[in-house]
Nanobody
Framework: QVHLVESGGGLVQAGGSLRLSCAASGRTFSSYAMGWFRQAPGKERDFVAAISRSGRSTYYKDSVKGRFTISRDNAKNTVYLQMNSLKPEDMAVYYC??????????????????WGQGTQVTVSS
């Protein structure tokens, strides 16, 4: 069974920065594209960013383009999300999981069997 541990969240002022980490175990990490998702209270889980297996291709939700950067270190089985210029609307619990890579696109899978505990990002205005 895959085990995903998100960390790095916290409380920041608007305009501040955080770097989230996702450590994966129990699967062949380098065989999968990876993504970050977020869920705010009362809202659906959104697909925020993704990175290809090689790390050479990325996807970003329009609202975070230019502010967030996803990266990965396959040797460490870890994916990161650098979050700059944070806004109150970025407040959410952030999760990582696998992403679908193919047909020239990075997308979420249709369904997920497992989620880690997530890490909370709080942005004060």
């Amino acid at each position: 069974q895959v085990h995903l541990v998100e960390s790095g969240g916290g409380l920041v002022q608007a305009g501040g920065s955080l770097r989230l980490s996702c450590a994966a175990s129990g699967r062949t990490f380098s065989s999968y594209a990876m993504g970050w998702f977020r869920q705010a209270p009362g809202k659906e889980r959104d697909f925020v960013a993704a990175i290809s297996r090689s790390g050479r291709s990325t996807y970003y939700k329009d609202s975070v383009k230019g502010r967030f950067t996803i990266s990965r270190d396959n040797a460490k089985n870890t994916v990161y999300l650098q979050m700059n210029s944070l806004k109150p609307e970025d407040m959410a619990v952030y999760y990582c999981n696998t992403a679908r890579e193919g047909f020239g696109r990075l997308r979420p899978y249709d369904d997920y069997d497992y989620w880690g505990q997530g890490t909370q990002v709080t942005v004060s205005s």
